[in-house]
């Protein structure tokens, strides 16, 4: 048993390098710049910043860089929405009142 779980270590680690080094690449040829989170369960397995935050200015991308994600993660909450309505967890047509006990007026 404990040599599978090494095995399963290594694999981690395998990975966690395979993509360092790919995001590495990718940043060298100027195509990609942000950061990598990749953990499972309790173990992270990578945690890694890439490029510039700031081009003109040389900032360079760290694992606590703020990103202005803008609204980009709306269509993630509307597809989680979507998803729970599917398992019968909620409804697109319930009030807010049911999720927040007081919500903003405008959506009262």
């Known amino acids: ?16 390098h395979q993509l360092d080094k ?13 950061s990598a989170l990749l953990s499972k369960g309790d173990a992270i397995i990578i945690n890694q910043g890439y490029g510039y935050a700031n081009r003109e ?3 360079i991308n760290t694992t606590e860089t703020k990103f202005r994600i803008g609204s980009i993660t709306k269509e993630f909450i509307a597809m989680a929405i979507l998803m729970l309505q599917e398992q019968g967890v909620l409804s697109v047509h319930e009030n ?8 903003p007026l405008k959506y009262k």
């Open 22 to 34: 790919l995001l590495s690449t990718l940043q060298s040829r100027d195509e990609f710049s942000g």
């Open 57 to 59: 200015h040389q900032v």
């Open 1 to 16: 048993m404990a040599a599978a779980f090494r095995r399963l270590g290594a694999c981690r680690h395998l990975f966690g």
């Open 96 to 103: 807010l009142k049911r999720f927040t006990p007081s919500p």
